[in-house]
């Protein structure tokens, strides 16, 4: 059996451009942290997949059928999804179980796969498939697919995620988003310097997502758990297209403060990888 842990990740910038063939394109600066899916492969008589939580078209099988379709594979697959990163969170839980199922049949098979070869089926599965083949911090490009590493020594830094218990459609946040026109690569730029600092003062100021103001004008009630964490004088942050909201460097954060703002929010304390 082949065991894969699938983390999460969290924008530390995320600029959304015009649109070019279809896609919007980015310049998303993704970080991985230590939330993470579970993912067991195993051989089996025919493809089959286990998860708790139903999720239609699950694009495990998807990159599972990708994946036997390159290399002729003709046995079948058993795989076992244990989700603890929430859906629809704006963590992109699905898209690193994809990854995670590409490396874990690489591993099950022995088919010696390069980089290059599990880049291009991660390309025809999601936009942020191809961050999560090598889990590291990077700049990520074009509609997101082209991944650029960074060496930032940003390690075991304290995140806290707090996931309200509704989702939200990345679909319909990027419908509703407009693009103003305006470059954001040197305020990019200036917030990998502040990293390289660790000066969290100035990542917290320098953090940005073109895609908040619209997750939080879709939702009020997102709007209304963002101003009263703020309200704490922590300095809350949402990833991707939400609803996630995320908090840097949070080891003094009052974790029963936040929970009492609303009882059916999640709290995950996390670090970065």
């Known amino acids: 059996m082949i065991y894969e842990k699938a983390y999460a990740k969290i924008n530390l910038a995320l600029e959304v451009g015009k649109v070019v063939d279809g896609y919007h394109q980015v310049q998303n600066l993704m970080i991985p942290v230590d939330l993470y899916d579970e993912i067991f492969l195993q051989k089996a008589v025919e493809d089959t997949m286990e998860c708790e939580e139903v999720i239609e078209n699950n694009i ?8 036997k379709e ?3 594979i003709q046995e079948g697959v058993s795989i076992t999804l244990n989700k603890h990163i929430p859906i629809m969170a704006g963590l992109a839980g699905g898209s690193s179980d994809a990854a995670a199922t590409l490396r874990g049949l690489n591993r099950l098979f022995e088919v010696n796969a390069s980089y290059e070869d599990l880049y291009e089926l991660a390309c025809k599965l999601g936009s942020d498939v191809p961050f999560f083949l090598r889990n590291q911090t990077a700049l990520c490009t074009g509609r997101g697919e082209i991944v650029t590493p960074l060496e930032l020594n940003f390690k075991n830094i304290p995140f806290l995620i707090i996931k309200p218990s509704f989702g939200l459609s990345t679909k319909e946040v990027y419908a509703q988003y407009h693009y103003d026109g305006i470059s954001k690569a040197i305020s990019i730029q200036n917030l990998i310097a502040a990293i390289k600092e ?8 320098m953090i940005f997502n073109d895609l908040q103001a619209t997750a939080l004008d879709l939702s009020p009630e997102l709007s209304t758990l ?11 942050h949402i990833s991707g297209s939400g609803p996630s909201i995320f ?27």
């Open 247 to 273: 908090i840097v460097n949070a080891k003094a954060v009052d974790l029963e403060n936040i929970k009492s703002l609303d009882e059916t929010i999640s709290l995950f304390l996390c670090h970065t990888i």
């Open 226 to 236: 963002f101003q009263k964490i703020d309200a704490l004088s922590y300095m809350p």
């Open 70 to 72: 390159k290399f002729q």
């Open 198 to 205: 660790k000066d969290f003062d100035a990542i917290d100021q």
């Open 60 to 67: 495990c099988l998807k990159a599972l059928e990708l994946f």
